[in-house]
């Protein structure tokens, strides 16, 4: 394992160990349960916006998976808070797209940040769906949060 293998690894460690958003979110605009059927993972993500605007205010979790699915949750926590709703789409779907590559290509640090600490996640298909899960259940509560709005 290269130096830098080991940094996005810690990062993913780090992230599991000290859950960031792990609560509940009271006054939630939206709220989004998802389940990994092959493995077990379970979360639900609720989400705020800032009133009258389609920015997130706030974000919370509660689940049980993984190392990987509730790192990649804490980071969503992490990146989501004063995104507006079309900016966590977009980031949502480039990080599908790294995630989907199988470990090809080198992904944009500028747009995915600290998400590309799971990049090397996207070899492993089987956990692919570990890294996604929390992302596609803020992706849905967006979308009902902003259209509720």
Request: hydrophobic residues 45%.
């Amino acid at each position: 394992m290269n130096g830098l293998d080991s940094l996005y690894q810690q990062v993913i460690l780090d992230h599991a160990k000290a859950r960031h958003g792990d609560l509940v979110l009271d006054g939630a605009d939206a709220s989004h349960f998802e389940r990994n059927p092959t493995c077990g993972d379970e979360i639900t993500v609720s989400l705020r916006l800032e009133p009258g605007t389609d920015r997130i205010a706030a974000i919370g979790w509660q689940g049980d998976g993984c190392s990987i699915s509730m790192a990649s949750a804490s980071v969503l926590t992490d990146m989501a808070v004063g995104r507006t709703v079309p900016e966590l789409l977009e980031l949502t779907s480039a990080f599908r797209d790294m995630m989907r590559s199988r470990g090809a290509g080198e992904p944009d640090e500028d747009v995915l940040e600290d998400l590309v600490a799971f990049h090397g996640v996207s070899k492993f298909v089987m956990r692919v769906k570990c890294g996604m899960l929390a992302w596609v259940a803020a992706e849905a509560a967006a979308r009902e949060a902003s259209a509720a709005h």
